[in-house]
C-alpha cells in the first residue's frame, strides 16, 4: 500500500523567506507525485505534478526516488502563497486514485 | 475549463434523514469521478471511485449502503448519505478526471458541508 507522510502540520515563514514543505512517500512501484493547494475558502487545486517538471507561482518540487521524497520550494515566499498544502500520490497506472498526505498550513507573514 | 461543481454548498439535517449531494463536471466529460470526505484540519479520505454506467469502488471500511453513489451521466454523480447520524457530519469533496485530456490530474468540486442534528 502507498503511504504520503508531511511531517509539518505547520510552518511559518517571512515573507521573501525560503520556503520548504516536505513530503515522502513509500510505494514499491513508481509513482506519480503532486502537490494540491488550497487557499482559504477555496477549493482543492493543482500545483504541480512532478511529470510536468514545471515551476507555478515559482514554487518547484524535485521527485527523488532515492530518498522516496518529494519536496515543495520556493526560494521568496509571498503573502499570498499561505494556504494549505497537500502532497498527493498515484500509484497505479490503470488508477485514477489519490492518496493525500496530512497536509501543510504555510502562514507568510510580512 | 476543467470546472466541477458540488450540490448542495451545505446542508443540515436531521439524525436519519437521507441526503444527496451532486457532483458535475460543467465542461468536461467524466467517466471516473472520485468522492472524499474532509474532518476539520485533516486530509482528505478517499471514500469511493464513481464509474459512470457501473458500481461504484468502495475503499475500505466505507459503507456501500450507506453511501450510495450513482453515476448516471458522463457529467453527474451523486452521493446520497442515508438515514445520516450526526457522526456523518463532515465535508464531502468530489473530484473528477477530464478523460480527454492525457494528464492524470483531478479537478476538485468546492465541497458539501453536512450536518446532522
Known amino acids: 500500500a502507498q503511504r504520503v507522510t508531511q511531517p509539518e502540520k505547520l510552518l511559518s515563514v517571512f515573507k521573501g523567506a525560503p520556503v520548504e514543505l516536505k513530503c515522502n512517500y513509500s510505494?514499491?512501484?513508481?509513482?506519480?507525485l503532486f502537490w494540491y493547494v488550497q487557499y482559504s475558502r477555496q477549493r482543492l487545486q493543482l500545483l504541480l505534478r512532478h511529470i510536468s517538471r514545471e515551476s507555478i507561482k515559482g514554487f518547484t518540487a524535485d521527485l527523488n526516488k532515492g530518498e522516496t521524497s518529494f519536496h515543495l520550494k520556493k526560494p521568496f515566499a509571498q503573502e499570498e502563497d499561505s494556504a494549505m498544502y497537500y502532497c498527493a500520490l498515484r500509484a497505479c497506472s490503470n488508477d485514477y486514485k489519490l492518496s493525500f498526505g496530512a497536509g501543510t498550513t504555510v502562514t507568510v507573514r510580512a | 475549463g476543467a470546472v466541477v461543481s458540488q450540490h448542495p454548498s451545505w446542508v443540515i439535517c436531521k439524525s436519519g434523514t437521507s441526503v444527496k449531494i451532486e457532483c458535475r463536471s460543467l465542461?468536461?466529460?467524466?467517466?471516473?469521478m472520485f468522492w472524499y470526505r474532509q474532518f476539520p484540519k485533516q486530509s482528505l479520505m478517499l471514500m469511493a471511485t464513481s464509474n459512470e454506467g457501473s458500481k461504484a469502488t468502495y475503499e475500505q471500511g466505507v459503507e456501500k449502503d450507506k453511501f450510495l453513489i450513482n453515476h448516471a451521466s458522463l457529467t453527474l454523480s451523486t452521493l446520497t448519505v442515508t438515514s445520516a447520524h450526526p457522526e456523518d457530519s463532515s465535508f464531502y469533496i468530489c473530484?473528477?478526471?477530464?478523460?480527454?485530456?492525457?494528464?492524470?490530474?483531478?479537478?476538485f468540486g468546492p465541497g458539501t458541508r453536512l450536518l446532522v442534528l
Open positions: 465542461d468536461f466529460q467524466a467517466t471516473t
Open positions: 473530484s473528477a478526471r477530464d478523460q480527454g485530456r492525457l494528464e492524470k490530474a483531478q479537478y
Open positions: 510505494y514499491s512501484g513508481s509513482p506519480e
